[in-house]
């Protein structure tokens, strides 16, 4: 009665195992409130603005997400080894956060220019991905392959 005791048993933890192991992941699901608070960026890619010309571009950059569609952000850029300003410099935008953790994010400068941003989610809304897929300056649109990377600062509300 031991044998057929544990056979029982071993025949149900293996057929437990085997209902857990097909379950599907719980995905998780993600909305513009996804992003809330202060978020650190580094930024980092080349400006190609003519045939054979690659100038390359780093910078940082401190961003706050409403959790509603709109941030503000400072960033400090640099452009083929010159800044592209004497400090941080202020913009504001717009985004929009898909249920997949996928999003677009428009980023606006005071003088008129924008970019246009695709973005991910990772890590429970604590971390995002950029990649800039236009940046237009001046009215026109300047050829890029630059990308980010944001780490959220203290809590959800930036602190």
């Not at 890619?45 to 571009?57: I, R, S």
């Not at 989610?121 to 392959?145: C, D, K, Y």
């Amino acid at each position: 009665m031991n044998i057929w005791f544990c056979k029982a048993t071993l025949a149900a933890a293996v057929t437990s195992l085997t209902f857990v192991a097909a379950a599907p992941a719980q995905a998780e699901e993600c909305s513009n409130a996804s992003l809330k608070g202060k978020y650190a960026q580094t930024i980092s890619g080349q400006l190609l603005p003519g045939p054979g010309v690659v100038l390359p571009q780093n910078g940082v950059a401190m961003t706050k997400f409403d959790g509603k569609g709109k941030f503000t952000q400072q960033d400090f850029v640099v452009i083929d080894g010159s800044p592209t300003s004497s400090g941080f410099a202020p913009e504001t935008g717009t985004y929009a956060i898909h249920s997949d953790c996928t999003g677009t994010a428009i980023v606006n400068y005071p003088e008129g220019s924008w970019i246009d941003l695709e973005l991910v989610i990772t890590n429970h809304g604590r971390e995002f991905r950029t990649v800039v897929s236009a940046l237009t300056m001046g009215g026109n649109p300047v050829p890029v392959n630059i990308g980010s990377s944001g780490m959220r600062v203290g809590d959800e509300d930036g602190d």
